[in-house]
């Protein structure tokens, strides 16, 4: 069974920092981690931060500047730097991957389960 679990989440007041961690565990031949998705109560999935395997960044408008999207090749580990947190960014946010459980499985696309960051006014 696959697992990506996100880690580092909680409370923190405006303009201070969290860095969110997303590992993988399970049954796993190869692994790509994407990026980092956030949804906020009564609003739609947003697509935060997106790496590619040559490291090649992109941020959400809502974020640039703000936030930091960096991944360990070695450890199949991607982060997210959130410094000069706004109440805005309150939401669930979720790591995603594409990896395979095996030489001949496929490509499938794998979500955690989610962390809660609340910024307090």
């Known amino acids: 069974q696959v697992q990506l679990v996100e880690s580092g989440g909680g409370l923190v007041q405006a303009g201070g920092s969290l860095r969110l961690s997303c590992a993988a565990s399970g049954n796993i031949f190869s692994i790509n981690p994407k990026g980092w998705s956030r949804q906020a109560p009564g609003k739609q999935r947003e697509l935060v931060a997106t790496?590619?395997?040559?490291?090649?960044?992109n941020y959400a408008d809502s974020v640039k500047g703000r936030f930091t999207i960096s991944r360990d090749n070695v450890n199949s580990t991607v982060y997210l730097q959130m410094n000069g947190l706004k109440p805005e960014d309150t939401a669930v946010y979720y790591c995603?991957?594409?990896?395979?459980?095996?030489?001949?499985?496929?490509?499938?696309?794998?979500w955690g389960q989610g962390t809660q960051v609340t910024v307090s006014s």
């Open positions: 790496i590619t395997s040559g490291g090649s960044k």
């Open positions: 995603y991957a594409d990896l395979r459980t095996s030489r001949f499985a496929p490509v499938s696309t794998y």
